[in-house]
């Protein structure tokens, strides 16, 4: 099972949005609707942000929201404040099968 | 409140095995698939397995088959994950995760361990 892609970076200046895609196959986000976002600060573990697709866990700010199309899968942070500066994991179930994106770090300018 | 609590750092010398556990409480332990993620340091995450502690049923990324063993105490509410024939590539820290869904394997996972660095190093 190859990991989900995304882009490495992406950056944007507070009050801005920033969007992160994540792109897999029929296989998984493309089969599945149970893809999860995740934010990782530094030394620490990872925060669910996102469940099955567009869903946020409750105490997540609705300034994050997840969507779908087909095989990609996007997470977008609106009104990007100083503290959403980490990184960002995507993952999906596929079927007796889990996988995670490679991850993508924001930097708020 | 939930907790997931791991044993401590290791370091272990290549060919070696080592058995990481992971402590659970503030809910009901048989209820709710237990993963296993592993960070290597600077590198992204890596899902290693899953297990049920219900009926101790498990399922491997095909990556770690033959190497990764995940069991469950039920009587202490404790999974434990042990990765035999170590190299310097299983230098990472590994983390047992929660999944969010009662009964039910959905991939999200809500609540994480504190992490257990294993280093290999002769």
């Known amino acids: 099972q190859s990991a989900l892609t995304q882009p490495p970076s992406a950056s944007g200046s507070p009050g801005q949005s920033v969007t992160i895609s994540c792109t897999g196959t029929?296989?998984?986000?493309?089969?599945?609707?149970?893809v999860s976002w995740y934010q990782q600060h530094p030394g620490k573990a990872p925060k669910l942000m996102i469940y099955?697709?567009?869903k946020r866990p409750s105490g997540v700010p609705d300034r994050f929201s997840g969507s779908k199309s087909g095989n990609t899968a996007s997470l977008t942070v609106s009104g990007l404040q100083a503290e959403d500066e980490a990184d960002y994991y995507c993952?999906?179930?596929?079927?007796?099968?889990?996988?995670f994106g490679t991850g993508t770090k924001v930097t708020v300018l | 409140q939930v907790q997931l609590v791991q044993s401590g750092a290791e370091v272990k010398k290549p060919g070696a095995s080592v058995k990481v556990s992971c402590k659970a409480s503030?809910?009901?332990?048989?209820?709710?698939?237990m993963h296993w993620v592993r960070q290597a340091p600077g590198q992204g995450l890596e899902w290693m397995g899953i297990?049920?502690?219900?009926?101790?049923?498990?399922s491997y990324a095909q990556k770690f088959q033959g190497r990764v063993t995940m069991t469950r105490d039920t009587s202490t509410s404790t999974v434990y994950m042990e990765l035999s024939s170590l190299r310097s590539e299983d230098t990472a820290v590994y983390y047992c995760?929660?999944?969010?869904?009662?009964?039910?394997?959905?991939?999200?996972?809500?609540?994480w361990g504190q992490g257990t660095l294993v280093t290999v190093s002769s």
């Open positions: 995760a929660r999944d969010q869904r009662y009964d039910f394997w959905s991939g999200s996972i809500d609540y």
């Open positions: 503030g809910y009901t332990f048989t209820s709710y698939y």
């Open positions: 297990i049920n502690p219900s009926d101790g049923s498990t």
């Open positions: 029929s296989s998984d986000v493309g089969g599945y609707n149970y």
């Open positions: 099955e697709v567009s």
């Open positions: 993952s999906s179930y596929a079927g007796s099968n889990n996988v």
